[in-house]
């Protein structure tokens, strides 16, 4: 769940997704269901409110606008995956275990299961710079209110059960000093 107002968003059950207007908050304004095939993992409100980014245990995460009128610009792309470059190569898939958006210049972030995360850019739909694996799934993520730091925490996340949760497994929390051309907008 996410909100900016005016919007909020729910992602529930199922891959529905109810959205709100807060500005008559007792009644639901939409219930969608997500573009993604799989379970939703994350969802975001972008800084503006006009719509959302939703990320699922596909290794995929979906732009979508709220209004009708601006579904034409709704997209999904493929992130957090290993292999997969040719039809024979099959793709190891992990999730998308948090999307958060740079309080500036709107770009965004996405960390996952793989133990990555990257900054992204919605409007030209690229990637500004991915980072190397910190060696364990990254569970959450959110950058500070000026967006000069980027917070992570390292932790497991269960993607591979119970088997996968060892003792070796250390929680932390990292810290990113942003530096301004990691996240600044790309010109189309």
């Known amino acids: 769940m996410d909100s900016v107002f005016p919007i909020l968003i729910a992602g529930t059950a199922e891959r529905h997704v109810v959205v709100y207007n807060l500005n008559n908050p007792t009644t639901p304004f939409k219930s969608l269901t997500s573009p993604l095939k799989w379970q939703t993992r994350t969802i975001s409100c972008f800084i503006n409110g006009t719509g959302y980014a939703i990320g699922s245990i596909e290794g995929r995460v979906a732009m979508q606008y709220v209004e009708d009128k601006d579904s034409t610009q709704n997209f ?5 995956r290993e292999g997969g ?4 190569d099959q793709a190891t898939v992990y999730s998308v275990n948090s999307i958060q958006w740079h309080p500036i210049h709107g770009t965004f972030s996405t960390a996952g299961s793989d133990g990555s995360f990257a900054f992204w850019d919605k409007d030209s739909r690229q990637k500004l710079k991915a980072f190397p694996k ?3 799934p990254i569970s959450s993520s959110c950058f ?9 925490a390292i932790s497991y996340d269960w993607n591979k059960g119970h088997t996968g949760a060892t003792s070796q497994t250390q929680n932390k929390i990292m810290l990113h ?5 990691e996240v600044k907008p790309r010109k189309r």
């Open 134 to 136: 910190v060696g364990s």
């Open 85 to 88: 470059q040719t039809p024979r």
């Open 177 to 181: 000093a942003v530096e301004a051309d």
């Open 144 to 152: 500070n209110h000026k967006g000069t730091i980027f917070a992570y």
């Open 76 to 80: 999904s792309f493929k992130c957090h």
